[in-house]
């Protein structure tokens, strides 16, 4: 049974469209992160939130605890935000990430 | 800042070799981690560190030992490689365990 589970999977898009990326959980969290994977394999950070909304740039990021889901949203998409995009909720005992098998995203020109 | 770094890049070991993954930070962070990921897997939780002297097993420790005899450093030992150890291996650090991780460039490791 998977603790969290991304939608979609895979997303192509063309260059403008506004994506949105979604996460559930099924396990109590602290704070939930989301994280960007590029072609290259390097993984940064985009997101941390425990309750509510942040936004950074074109990217805003959405969290409902009671409900047990958040949302990425990128807004006017750009081939440049090509890669994969990790949910990863902090939860169990000693609070370590849990993380989703991410979602691919291609957006072309 | 150098941030995080990971020696190697990539890695061939015959099965039974062992060999040490290298992470560092210069951030002065208490807490480090290691990951693996496997295709059509979530990262997993290898082994972590909430500061210098205390390790601890994450969700996939068998085969790995970790040491942390200072806040810059968390070597991943592999002592007796098997082909199931064919991954990547990503280090990572942050503050504290609560807050934003920074990953390490990853370590690509192939076990025949």
């Avoid at chain 1, 939930?32 to 805003?60: A, D, E, N």
């Avoid at chain 1, 890669?83 to 072309?108: D, E, H």
């Avoid at chain 2, 990921?37 to 002297?53: E, K």
């Amino acid at each position: 049974k998977n603790e969290v589970e991304q939608s979609p999977q895979n997303l192509t898009a063309q260059e403008g469209e506004f994506i949105t990326i979604n996460c559930s959980y099924s396990v109590g969290i602290s704070a939930l992160h989301w994280l960007q994977q590029h072609p290259g394999g390097g993984i940064v950070s985009l997101f941390m939130l425990s309750s509510g909304k942040k936004k950074h740039g074109r990217l805003i990021a959405t969290i409902n605890i009671q409900e047990k889901h958040s949302s990425l949203h990128i807004t006017a998409s750009h081939p440049r935000d090509s890669a994969v995009y990790i949910c990863a909720p902090r939860g169990g005992s000693q609070g370590n990430l849990i993380f989703g098998k991410g979602t691919k995203l291609s957006v072309k020109p | 800042n150098a941030g995080v770094t990971q020696t190697p890049k990539f890695q061939v070991l015959k099965t039974g070799q062992s060999m040490t993954l290298q992470c560092a930070q210069d951030m002065n962070h208490e807490y480090m981690s290691w990951y693996r990921q496997d295709p059509g897997m979530g990262l997993r939780l290898i082994h972590y560190s909430v500061g210098a002297g205390i390790t601890d097993q994450g969700e996939v420790p068998n085969g790995y030992n970790v040491s942390r005899s200072t806040t810059e450093d968390f070597p991943l030992r592999l002592l007796s490689a098997a082909p199931s150890q064919t991954s990547v291996y990503f280090c990572a650090s942050s503050y504290a365990a609560p807050s934003e991780q920074f990953f390490g460039p990853g370590t690509r490791l192939t076990v025949l």
